[in-house]
Structure formats: structure tokens, C-alpha cells
């Protein structure tokens, strides 16, 4: 059974990092290109960056780029999202997901990281 | 960016009915359509791919079609257990993007 466990959230202030983990069980996680997706109190979802399966090529949506860097770790199954810059706006619950062409095929339960001072 | 509206926001229906959700596609995105279901406090699962692909699990009252740049998912034969939230999402091309949501409640 795929099982996906994000960890790292919290409350943050306005400026400061925060690091995001997703411990990957259940598949080859080093077959699987793999995603953060976030969403704002239960409303809109929006994608935030992919990573490649070998960790080699990357992808960011425009309002996170140059703060936001997300990586793996192949050998150890987990996906990670360091957040830098952090503003009100990042305010969201995030997902990581298995990426299948571009679509997401599962996902995590999620973890809340709140932007406020 | 791909722009993808979905409507309607909120449904109700009735145990049994059949049910409608739209996304409309802002350009060609070539069946590259997606649909998930949210169940309140749970993650997305992905229901259909593909615009009519059956996600492995998903019941077959689910379906999907296309006209265009026009999707539908349909639920046939509603349950209890379907009225929660629904997303369509492209992924036809970076960066993927998703419809607003529509929230279905039972009347």
C-alpha cells in the first residue's frame, strides 16, 4: 500500500524557513517523479513543485521560485520542501503526491504551515 | 497558465440521481484532464485520468467525457458517501493547474 507522511509544519513568521519532509512507503520511490501540492483552508489546490525521479530536474510555480527548493533522498525514500522567505501568502495545508505524467495519482494526508507574526 | 473553470461551485442532489460536474479548459489541453474527490479533513484521491480513465478502485458510477475543451465528470446513481468536494485539474502541460472545486450536498 502506497503511504505518503508528510512532517515539518508549523507556525512561522513572516520572512523566517521552514523544511517540510514526506516519508514514502509502499512503492519504488526512486521510479516515481513526486510533487508539493498545497491548499488554502480547504478551498483552491495549486501546485507548487515537482522533482524528478532521479532528483536531476526540477520545477517550481512562479511565486515560490528562488525561495522555495525541493529535493530527495532517494536511499532514505523521502521528499523534501525547504521553504525560505515565507510570507502570508504561503499560508496553506501541503501535500507531497506521486506524480504520473502531470497528474497526481497519491497523495499524503498533508501537513499545515502557517505564516503569521 | 492553463485556466481551468469548473461549474457549478455547489450541487444538491437527491440519493440516486445523476449528477454533473463541468471544467472548461482556457485552450486545447488534449484529454489531459483529470478529476479527484476530497472528503472533509482527507487529501484529494484521484478519481479519473486521462478525461474518462478509471483510477483503479474508483466505482464505476464515476465517469468522464469531453466535448472541446469542455469536461464533465458524472456520477451516476448518487451515494451518501458522494456528496463531498470535487476538483478537475489539467495536465496537459506546465504548470498544472486545477478548477475551483465544486461542493456537492444531498438535498
Known amino acids: 500500500e502506497v503511504q505518503l507522511v508528510e512532517s515539518g509544519g508549523g507556525l512561522v513568521q513572516p520572512g523566517r524557513s521552514l523544511k517540510l519532509s514526506c516519508a514514502a512507503s509502499?512503492?519504488?520511490?526512486?521510479?516515481?517523479?513526486m510533487a508539493w501540492v498545497r491548499q488554502v483552508s480547504k478551498k483552491g489546490l495549486e501546485w507548487v513543485a515537482t522533482?524528478?525521479?532521479?532528483?536531476?530536474?526540477?520545477y517550481y510555480r512562479d511565486s515560490v521560485k528562488g525561495r522555495f527548493t525541493i529535493s530527495r533522498d532517494n536511499a532514505k525514500s523521502t521528499l523534501y520542501l525547504q521553504m525560505d522567505s515565507l510570507r502570508s501568502e504561503d499560508t496553506a495545508t501541503y501535500y507531497c503526491a506521486t506524480l504520473w505524467e502531470l497528474y497526481f495519482d497519491y497523495w499524503g494526508q498533508g501537513v499545515m504551515v502557517t505564516v503569521s507574526s | 497558465d492553463i485556466q481551468m473553470t469548473q461549474s457549478p461551485a455547489s450541487l444538491s442532489a437527491s440519493l440516486g440521481e445523476t449528477v454533473t460536474i463541468e471544467c472548461l479548459a482556457s485552450e486545447d489541453i488534449y484529454s489531459n484532464l483529470a478529476w479527484y474527490q476530497q472528503k472533509p479533513g482527507k487529501s484529494p484521491q484521484l478519481l479519473i485520468y486521462?478525461?474518462?480513465s478509471l483510477q483503479d478502485g474508483v466505482p464505476s458510477r464515476f465517469s468522464g467525457s469531453e466535448s472541446g475543451t469542455q469536461y464533465s465528470l458524472e456520477i451516476n446513481s448518487l451515494q451518501s458517501e458522494d456528496a463531498v468536494t470535487y476538483f478537475c485539474?489539467?495536465?496537459?502541460?506546465?504548470?498544472?493547474?486545477f478548477g475551483g472545486g465544486t461542493k456537492l450536498e444531498l438535498k
Open positions: 485539474q489539467q495536465h496537459h502541460d506546465y504548470p498544472p493547474t
Open positions: 509502499g512503492f519504488t520511490f526512486s521510479d516515481y517523479n
Open positions: 486521462d478525461a474518462s
Open positions: 522533482i524528478i525521479y532521479d532528483g536531476t530536474t526540477t
